[in-house]
């Protein structure tokens, strides 16, 4: 916090007190306390054994802040991690549209400018013991996805938006009545009615730097409200098409596998990964000489109230930090634990929505009777031990 003190506020006037303000309120903006410590986890993640497709995950205890710095920020390859000259790379729209378009950086840069701070999580985080920090929250910016699909002009028949990256890779199909090796670019689609919602962005800064390479330089899409994964990046082309899409990433892969329950018939579903589910988790505890706290963060919808649970002890309402929050960003809360005791605990949260829905417990069939690791969305137990 820099000193600054009220002459030179006086001399230097209202953009220095703005300043000072801003500055003031970052500062506040998570509860934490002077000179406390992290007590670090005793559950820690496996040793990551795809290095080359999960980089730069959470330390969930490193959490300190509500936007996640650009260097912290995770991040997820599945081809290669494509290196893209921006003064060559052109953004390309076509398929079923009645004005196809070859868009350069500086021609998007130029339309009108919108941001939204959006928590980006992967759909597989905390579904494999070695991935449990795929999460992070930035202010993203670019220009409305869908005022250049207006401008591109939808033609008859034009259902879904196949969103194209530039990195590619190998995809094998092979069963009893097929056998097909491909060569393909990442894409992800939409229905044109979810590519359309105003909040779409084709983002290229993130937390007001250029977006960094891993992240999707020099441009993404960001879709607030979804998985990472329908937020694709080293953007390509946008193709309008009138059929669905149904590539690796949209019918065999991120496909969540759930026995379901219909007029006492078990159905087996098969959905697609799409929009962002309620959760939360514990991040720190920490110690300071006022005692012990616990804080964590919670999103994938809007938030009414979270919950924690010391041991098998009664659930406790946090505290919602208000200071920094936004419609698609987590909410960082916070919970005092005055009698903790030496020794072992377990820490567990739950998240509310708006509408009454919780965060499901890990026994709960819609965590129970899933059978992939993608939406792992039940509560979050972590082990500590208090000296
Ligand atoms: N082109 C492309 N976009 C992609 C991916 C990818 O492999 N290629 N991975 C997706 C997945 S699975 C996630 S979780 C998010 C992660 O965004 P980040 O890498 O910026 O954290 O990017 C998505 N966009
Ligand atoms: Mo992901």
Wanted: glycine fraction near 8%; include cysteine; hydrophobic fraction near 40%.
């Amino acid at each position: 916090m820099p000193k600054i003190n009220r002459r030179e506020v006086i001399a230097t006037g209202s953009a220095a007190l703005a300043a000072y303000a801003l500055l003031h309120r970052f500062a506040q903006a998570f509860p934490s306390r002077p000179g406390e410590s992290v007590v670090p986890w005793l559950d820690q993640m496996a040793p990551n054994p795809v290095p080359d497709i999960i980089q730069n995950q959470l330390h969930w205890e490193d959490l300190d802040s509500w936007i996640t710095p650009n260097e912290k920020f995770f991040s997820i390859a599945h081809f290669n991690r494509p290196k893209i000259d921006a003064g060559a790379w052109k953004l390309e729209i076509d398929g079923i549209v009645k004005k196809p378009m070859a868009l350069t950086l500086a021609d998007i840069k130029q339309r009108p400018k919108q941001e939204v701070t959006f928590t980006v999580e992967c759909s597989g985080n905390h579904g494999l013991p070695f991935f449990h920090g795929g999460i992070g929250n930035a202010r993203w910016a670019g220009t409305p996805l869908a005022a250049i699909l207006e401008e591109a002009g939808i033609a008859g028949g034009g259902i879904e938006v196949v969103f194209w990256g530039s990195d590619v890779g190998d995809v094998a199909l092979k069963d009893m009545f097929r056998d097909v090796k491909m060569h393909q670019n990442f894409a992800r689609s939409m229905s044109l009615t979810d590519a359309m919602d105003p909040k779409n962005l084709l983002c290229y800064e993130m937390n007001g730097s250029d977006l960094p390479p891993a992240n999707g330089y020099p441009l993404r899409l960001i879709a607030p409200g979804w998985y990472g994964i329908a937020n694709v990046k080293w953007l390509k082309r946008i193709e309008v098409r009138g059929s669905r899409f149904m590539n690796q990433f949209m019918a065999r892969d991120y496909v969540t596998i759930r026995e379901e329950e219909n007029n006492g018939e078990t159905v087996w579903a098969e959905t697609s990964v799409g929009r962002a589910l309620l959760k939360s988790a514990p991040a720190r505890v920490t110690k300071s000489d006022s005692g012990y706290r616990i804080t964590g963060a919670a999103w994938g919808a809007p938030i009414a109230k979270v919950e924690v649970k010391i041991d098998g002890g009664p659930w406790q309402e946090a505290t919602i930090d208000h200071s920094e929050e936004a419609d698609f960003a987590w909410k960082i809360w916070s919970i005092d634990w005055p009698d903790a005791a030496k020794g072992k605990h377990t820490v567990t949260s739950r998240a509310f929505d708006m509408v009454g829905n919780m965060q499901p417990a890990m026994d709960d069939p819609r965590i129970a009777k899933k059978h992939t690791f993608w939406e792992s969305n039940g509560q979050v137990t972590r082990q500590v031990e208090l000296s």
